[in-house]
């Protein structure tokens, strides 16, 4: 499919509009496992353009698909992390932690949901609830391994090690926090995408830079961000938070920079991305 081509390397448009035909087609041909395989896409696309209200039509839309095979990873892939990467690319923390895992018999596929929650909880103040959770990611992950599925349980595992990492963060253990963060980016960045999806919600390096961010560390976080974009082309998370740190670390070159690139990727955001007018509002300060 030509639009894995444009989501590796940025062009929201050309994937929203390529998966489109793509997801007519399959369920022309009732091949429901490519037709939510395409709405996944089309969604990750509109979440980067900040078109938030389209994403969320296309996972309404998603929830009436049926007639394909759960044991088929596509499809059942597809329905679980479509309403996961919507509330996380947002940081809609609360709506993550209250995500309904939808019944699979892939290990891989519940995870996705129990990481989506374990985040959202940690992020949004409770990180007693993410534990719960967390436990749920070690059981999935010896799942995987005891099926000997390396790629898959490594995935999983990463999940888990980015879910502790922001319970530790939560409670105040920031060194640990840090560490145990920096080592889920590293392995994230040295895994292969899966063709199944377009990418993870959030990656771990970007989250590396959010927590970089928050805890004062503004060089740093740039440089976390930037690694990002190096991988994931015009990503509208590492973007903001990229001219975000710029701008904290005094460096009004690179913010006018990535703030113009936000602008240039989400200026047809919804109202809502708030990030965009705040990119705009500096401009104009700044011109």
């Given at each position: 499919m030509p639009s894995h081509i444009f989501t590796r390397v940025g062009y929201w448009s050309e994937s929203i509009a390529s998966n489109a035909e793509a997801a007519r087609v399959a369920r022309e041909s009732k091949d429901f496992h490519d037709q939510l395989h395409a709405m996944d896409y089309q969604v990750y696309a509109y979440l980067q353009l900040g078109q938030d209200q389209k994403a969320r039509a296309l996972i309404d839309e998603a929830t009436a698909v049926a007639g394909f095979t759960e044991t088929f990873l596509p499809g059942p892939y597809a329905l679980a992390v479509s309403p996961a990467r919507y509330v996380v690319e947002r940081g809609d923390w609360k709506a993550a932690s209250e995500l309904q895992v939808r019944p699979s018999p892939l290990p891989q596929v519940q995870a996705i949901t129990y990481f989506g929650r374990a985040l959202g909880a940690a992020r949004s103040g409770n990180p007693d609830a993410a534990k719960a959770d967390i436990a749920k990611l070690a059981e999935l992950r010896d799942k995987l391994r005891d099926a000997k599925d390396a790629y898959w349980s490594e995935q999983v595992d990463i999940q888990r090690q980015v879910a502790e990492a922001w319970v530790l963060y939560a409670e105040g253990k920031r060194d640990d926090a840090m560490l145990t963060m920096s080592k889920a980016a590293d392995a994230e960045d040295k895994t292969e995408k899966h063709p199944v999806t377009p990418g993870v919600p959030k990656?771990?390096?970007?989250?590396?830079?959010?927590?970089?961010?928050?805890?004062?560390?503004?060089?740093?976080?740039?440089?976390?961000?930037?690694?990002?974009?190096?991988?994931?082309?015009?990503?509208?998370?590492?973007?903001?938070?990229?001219?975000?740190?710029?701008?904290?670390?005094?460096?009004?070159?690179?913010?006018?920079?990535?703030?113009?690139?936000?602008?240039?990727?989400?200026?047809?955001?919804?109202?809502?991305?708030?990030?965009?007018?705040?990119?705009?509002?500096?401009?104009?300060?700044?011109?």
């Open positions: 990656p771990a390096r970007e989250l590396y830079g959010d927590m970089l961010l928050d805890s004062g560390k503004p060089a740093e976080a740039l440089a976390a961000y930037e690694a990002t974009l190096q991988k994931e082309p015009n990503r509208l998370g590492a973007t903001v938070g990229a001219a975000k740190a710029a701008e904290k670390a005094g460096d009004d070159a690179k913010a006018q920079a990535y703030y113009k690139k936000v602008v240039a990727i989400a200026g047809d955001a919804d109202a809502s991305r708030t990030e965009v007018s705040e990119a705009r509002a500096y401009l104009t300060r700044k011109s």
